[in-house]
């Protein structure tokens, strides 16, 4: 891999710099064991791509694979297929304007930029030949052996971009908008978010700050205002997206779905309407398929429910009952246990999550996508908040009725000390179990997340690193002369190398973790009114990491559009509107002591919970709706610019029609009307009624009576006169 | 007035068929004291309208009134304005396709239809003056004595319409297709909903009577099932609301706001993007304006509730309490206390509500009469339904806590009698009160409603007219003769005199019937499941007579365009949601016997009560969410019809930009691509590189090794023997 230091310390070397216009590389493994029909397979890899128009050069891999590179063979073809692809933007009103069809000039107007040329590319290579690609899918069947297909990044933008980003305390809109031209409008939403989520934390950073010294914690006061703050930034966030969308000239790409390769279909079908064969799939059959979800989350539950229960009752039975020999060691095993099982079940039930959406059959990438972070929305909500519902709404109210239970560990304990008899203390439930459970939730996983996201992988890649260029060292000895790589090209080639190496990177992870993050402010914050101050800090951290993991990390991604955060804004949703539920519960639980002198949660009155929780949730409901009002009355940049092309189209299209000056006046008044000649106009028109000679039919004769406005005016005013004098004379 | 008998009996009279060519009619009052001012400003008019390019006659109207005839002068004129309406359109996103330039040949493909000539016509004449209209807006500022401008009944039409759909059962699409051709889509949309309502109500009011007969009052079952029921319309509204404007061709007309001409601005500000002048108005103020609808709610509330607490409390005090003389008249106090009361309260309410609305200063119609339904949306709640929370949630559960303080009756009514001693009886609660409450609402008020919607206004107008009639025979002896209406025109004229008397017609009505119908549905049907049955007779009778009360005695209306029911939407989701938490509460406090030994209401828990109801909500919303997904998922002749216009367009646009055959194919595979001669090109490109001499650098050297893909493959052929040797070496 080329490392952190090699790659931005040296700026100068021009294997860094260039990427020899190639396009996209393919990784195409060669498993010896199949070595003969991968060469076939290889044969009409490359026969597919020179048939769509693509110029491929093959070059030696790391270990048994070869790389083959790929750049559009004309320029000519390119500008055929953007302007197809344009085309359909704006058939989908994606674009305001049809592109002009003076092919040369309009590349000029507007030219193509990198993201855009890249993923026309990608499009080329990976879509079904039917529709005119090379229907190249990683992985899959015929093309197993293509282990991926990725553009190399762009070495002299990532060293600036990270340099830049590690100086600065905000980014701005030029930030994102370079993210943007290089990784697509999908990646660049997603810095954009945290950009605003970041942004939007200081406010509950201060009042949390503020609330923590002066309210403590539960107060009605932090929860209202946090609640408030989470409809304000849920809706706020909706409104920039779709503006954000208008401006990079996005909004409803999510329309214009890409065929999900993977589809099976029942039959195919004349559609009525384009006479085209389309595949149909069922969506009764889909819709019982998809009704496995509720199993599914139910299994999640119990899966993952019996693990954080068990191993919550042992670490609850050794700190605070069991009071034996080992303690000092005795109260790591829930953590021990956790750490080997959860990641463990984590894995099997995405798995299970990811079978299960393939079940489901989707015709597109987005739907299936959609699908699926649904299903891992509902193992992360388990995993991330079951702990805290069990605190604040079990452990708590019932600890002193619950707890007598826990017997079955001192009984199965007793069987493993020597002299039969457990040493135990009285229970006392610790109030600061859940202050300290969030704690650890907000500011220790946090921590332990970066360093596995960002510290781990890198070390990881280094180990590696160094067995395989020992391993490679040995294995260029027996390559052909002929294959050596050229001296030129040597050092670009090993990058290319170790770029197919990295990992794909996958934005999925990151909001998930930013929506996780999301629920605990808005679900649990109102225990520790610190979280936010500790989220601020790591967000600005975790911005940096991203940035880092994509550039140096990952493989680039392939820049797909995208004019939404997708499926996440409903989870956004639904995090906020728990948060108005479980506020409003631990406030009130929690608030005043909730034990009568038994030792019973008896002080909870039930109907007053419930209440409270009704409560809050309609008044979250309704400022949600106001919110969403005032939201909506305010002007932005992107509707302002959705404005100024609509104006401009309108003029052009009337200047095209009726003559220039008329369509100035025309389009700025709204649409003006009004011939000058009319009256002249119609006595013509009468005029050449009594010329024609015709019989005057009563409909004619009615319009004849007064030629032109003078003699109505003159006749209306008799009219009035008569009724003026008809009224003098009743009177 | 042209009586039903005189219109719809004798088909032949030709002043009943024709319109004259006639567009619109401006009545134009002249009242007597100010006939001077009157005259200035009737000649205004008729410049004002001349100016535009419209032709006027003018006549005599009813009274001391003139009527001005309308029409559009040319026929140029006209096509220039709908070829700009439908240019903007087009930029809205309303047409799929922009009108051809070529304007003859358009207007044969896409002739003009009687509602939009109409609707553009009337934009003309209302329109303000720097638009291009006349400006003339009826009853303000210099046109206060314009009482109405309004289009002429089609009477042949009419005629056909009512005789029709007397005879019919169910109305189907063209029923509703020939509304919108002469009303507009406005008006067809209220006959669409109700149909759509009318077909939906079969199923709860088959359900709800075998409900009825097996399972009786109370039934969670019913209360579920209406639920769901609920959800369904209101889903499926949505989507078929959505479908009727993509095949009418006005999906996302909403977006085109006709200005309010009463809209006051603070200051006007040149529009940073187009550089007109465009007047603002702070949304700051206006929100604190809007935040005086909480006032005006409450005092909706306190106003009518007091009404109707004090003429329930008498109601059963005299009913169920009171046993004294007179009691078989006293009983009808509250009724007429009722209606003597509440039609003023209404009034004054409605008034403010105006008021109001306008004082928000909306900047377009739409917002404002949103603005407007939403305020008589709470006044109607309050009215409609308030005596039934009433009894449901205060007189069943705390009859007998509450009755007690009846006596302040009592004391009043002892200074009324003789003996000072009022003859009472014991407080005997009525069980059926809710139910006789229900049926009330359900089947006697809406047919005194039909009563009064449908048959006052004929007889009313009926005296009118005789004592109006006598009144204009002696007139008609002092107009000098030539102002008598010519012998041919005589009927015609008579005809609309008496169009020019009725009464607008406002769909707000309507829909607000419908709407307070379907909450009795939603709300309180557990109470008496027969109500849906009820409704069912009730509306087949309501769409034929709407459609009586538009085209006999009404104005016809101005043919808006809409793409939606519009607010109404917003009201039918609240009461449908509303209804998950009624249902659930009257089915808790009414299956069991609410009252403990003493009488009091001890039975309810509070807290079960809540629970239900919380419970009852998020299965709601659950259910919703699977509906709406459900529902999103189906495919309907909208989308279908959107879908082929979007294939024509693309067909027709890759069509002149790439010929004809080859657009074919690629509308059709969805964009294919492909050069076929692109080896030839490649190697091409590559000798001209070398011929051209220059230096070849290391990124052109690189995509020269392999010229073409016969090498790339036999390079790559090596690399896989290299590779495979290698592999078994090592083995």
Known sequence: MATLRSLYKTDDRFELNSNFNVDYVIHYQIPPEESAKAEAAFVQLIEALTRVGLATEVRRGAGSSVLVFVKIASENLLKQQIYRYRVQDWLYGVRTSAPSKDLNTYFEDEPVVEAERLRLVYLLITKPKAEGGAGVTPRLGQWKWVSSVFPLHNHAFNRQWLKQWSQKYFLDENDINDIRDKFGEKVAFYFAFLQSYFQFLFFPAAFGFGAWLILGQFSTLYAIVNCLWCVSFFEYWKKKEVDLAVQWGVRG??????????????????????????????????????????????????????LIVSCFSIEIFISEVYNGPFKQYLVFLPTILLTIFMPTLTTILTNLAEKLTAHENYETQDSHQAAFVQKIFVINFIVSYFPIFLTAFVYVPFAKVLVPYLDVFQVTAQHFTTNGKLETKAFQMDPDRLKKQIIYFTVTAQVVNFLVEGIVPIVKRKV??????????????????????????AAFLARVRNEAELDEYDVTTDYREMVVQFGYLSLFSVIWPLTACSFLVNNWIEARADAMKIAISSKRPIPWRSDSIGPWLTSLGFLSWLGSLTSAA?????????????????NIKLWALLLSILFSEHLYLTVQFIVRYVIGTLDSPGLQKERAERFAMRKFHLEETLGEDFAESAAEANFTGGEKITKEALEEEARRASVSGQAVGPEQAFWQRQRGAAETIQIGRGLIADAVAENKTKV
Chains 1, 2 share one sequence.
């Open 253 to 306: 790409v999510s329309k214009i779905q890409h065929p999900r390769t993977e589809f099976e279909f029942e039959r195919e079908t004349r559609d009525p309407v384009t006479g085209e064969l389309v595949k149909v799939f069922s969506p009764l059959k889909r819709l019982q398929r998809q009704l496995l979800q509720v199993p599914f989350a139910i299994a999640c539950l119990l899966v993952l429910g019996t």
């Open 464 to 489: 590696f690193k160094a067995v395989k260029e020992a391993h490679t060292e040995i294995t260029q000895k027996n390559v052909h002369e002929e294959h050596k790589d050229p001296e030129e090209e």
């Open 586 to 602: 631990i406030v009130f639980i929690f608030s005043n002591d909730p034990y009568g002198p038994d030792g019973h949660p008896s």
